[in-house]
């Protein structure tokens, strides 16, 4: 084999594996993840905390219980997020990388913006104490049974929130 034949040879090689290589990237879509786990659990608290606010308006009598109950559940919504931001991680300027996510269901988006976002809207009607009750329950109910597929803080940060709301409920509301 001569030099020319292997300076061909090496070249043709070396724009293969760059044409292979420049293929390969274009052809890659972004990854789509699965929903995280916390983020129905960030709906539901924030969702209660707009409930236990809107409840004020039948029940002005409850208003320091139902107002604790509404900043509570927004924290836990609050620390929920940030669980949730901690694994997605953050890039040294602050900015978050694009984390797209499969909906949950049929009319969820799958914008990580859209849950979320610290802000609930509020019933339309304002639930009566023994609905939010209710409610409270179903959600620690939820919180109970995601703790125990979680582990580590993830798995006691839902098991307090669990208790929080089983003390609200049983509490708070009695």
Same mark, same amino acid.
């Given at each position: 084999m001569g030099r020319r034949s292997m300076l061909r040879l090496a070249g043709g090689g070396t724009a !293969?594996?760059? &044409? $292979?290589?420049?293929? #390969? !990237?274009?052809?890659?879509?972004?990854?789509?993840?699965?929903?995280?786990? $916390?983020? /129905?659990?960030?709906?539901? &608290? @924030? /969702?209660?905390?707009? &409930?236990? *606010? /809107?409840?004020?308006? $039948?029940?002005?009598q409850r208003h &320091?219980?139902?107002? #604790?109950? /509404?900043?509570? @559940? *927004?924290a836990h919504a609050d620390a929920l997020k940030t669980e949730i931001d901690r694994v997605i991680g953050v890039y040294g300027d602050g900015t978050k990388p694009v984390h797209r996510t499969r909906a949950n269901g049929p009319g969820q988006s799958a914008d990580p913006a859209a849950v979320g976002s610290g802000t609930a809207v509020p019933p339309t009607t304002p639930p009566t104490v023994d609905a939010l009750r209710a409610q409270l329950t179903k959600s620690r109910q939820s919180a109970a049974e995601l703790a125990r597929t979680q582990s580590g803080y993830r798995a006691g940060l839902l098991a307090s929130i669990s208790a929080a709301c089983a003390a609200q409920a049983g509490v708070l509301l009695a």
């Open positions: !293969g594996v760059l &044409a $292979l290589g420049a293929a #390969a !990237g274009c052809g890659t879509e972004d990854k789509v993840y699965e929903p995280d786990p $916390l983020a /129905a659990q960030e709906v539901l &608290a @924030r /969702a209660d905390a707009a &409930a236990a *606010t /809107a409840a004020i308006a $039948l029940a002005p &320091a219980a139902l107002t #604790a109950i /509404a900043a509570e @559940r *927004t």
